[in-house]
């Protein structure tokens, strides 16, 4: 098989739909077509089951391009390890991150640069959509998320800040001019909603107030970016981290602590299966320079 029909079979997977998937790669419908026809007939099997209204993989085409995603992230993880080889370095250690605080944190990576010279650190970003679908895709190596963390096959290391909770909301809203704001208020308003898994969400946006009225649940977003526009117009608030005043800061968005919000607790976070040496050092410098406290 072709590296190109492993593309095509794997973009299909995703899309399951053959014009998407011809449109995203720059080729044809037919083009499709004839790829997953000519590996059906290899096979001996269908792949994908088709309908005039959906496409559907099969348990063999399911299987199929489960391994055919395995050999696709060893030749990536193959063509970086040349890269690193000619860049001088022996390893990358992958970090996604939620938070903007990424210069906050430079404590921590400089003295994992001085024990682990020869390791790139690598910062991405990452929604809040599934924060953990890059740990589990074998992209990341490592995540920085709020606590809880309840994934049987994620392992919760040291915690590596903690800051205060506060409310980010339009400017020109009554609640504004507040110089504190309770848990309880929230009941009145509409928060942002997308968070997911939903237990992980319930720690930073809780479904009820104290008292036990529920909180109202409007618009959705990914990230933080994706929340702006939604606050700054006043169709919905959020319990967001206190960096966002910092690294957020603007004339149409409002920040009011929220006084009986608990403290955020940010934890490394990886795949326990695919624990490395990097990533046990850099949990050991968190644990030995201790968390960022604000």
């Known amino acids: 098989m072709e590296l190109r029909d492993d593309e095509i079979l794997l973009v299909l997977a995703e899309e399951l739909h053959f ?4 449109e995203r790669l720059h080729i044809t419908p037919s083009r499709v077509s004839q790829c997953v026809k000519a590996q059906e007939r290899r096979v001996g099997a269908a792949l994908f089951e088709r309908t005039s209204r959906k496409v559907v993989l099969t348990p063999i085409g399911r299987q199929l391009v489960d391994d055919l995603g395995a050999v696709q992230r060893q030749l990536r993880e ?12 022996v390893g990358v250690l992958r970090i996604g991150m939620i938070a903007a605080n990424v210069d906050d944190l430079r404590p921590y990576f400089d003295a994992f ?9 690598q910062i991405r970003t990452i929604g809040f959509a599934d924060p953990f679908a890059g740990l589990r895709s074998g992209e990341l190596d490592v995540v920085m998320v709020w ?10 290391g040291p915690v590596i800040h903690i ?16 110089e504190t704001l309770s848990l309880e208020d929230l009941g009145d308003l509409v928060t942002i909603g997308g968070a997911e898994p939903a237990y992980w969400r319930e ?23 994706e929340m702006l526009p939604i606050l700054s117009t006043g169709e919905a608030v959020s319990p967001v981290h206190l960096q966002a005043t910092r690294y957020f800061a603007r004339p149409d968005v ?12 940010w934890a490394l976070v990886w795949r326990t299966s695919a624990e490395t040496d990097a990533i046990l050092a850099l949990a050991k410098i968190v644990e030995q320079l201790g968390p960022l406290e604000q």
């Open 19 to 22: 014009g998407r998937t011809a």
């Open 203 to 225: 720690a930073m946006v809780p479904s009820h107030t104290p008292g036990g009225r529920p909180i109202a649940v409007g618009p959705t977003a990914s990230d933080f970016l």
């Open 113 to 121: 640069a001085a024990e682990r010279p020869g390791v790139e650190v």
């Open 147 to 156: 606590l809880p963390v309840r994934e049987p096959d994620l392992t919760a």
């Open 163 to 178: 800051e205060p909770v506060v409310l980010a909301l339009s400017s020109a809203h009554p609640l504004a001019r507040r």
């Open 78 to 89: 193959s063509l970086q390890r040349a890269e690193q080889a000619a860049r001088g370095t």
């Open 254 to 265: 409002a920040y009011i602590p929220i006084h009986d919000a608990a403290p955020a607790r």
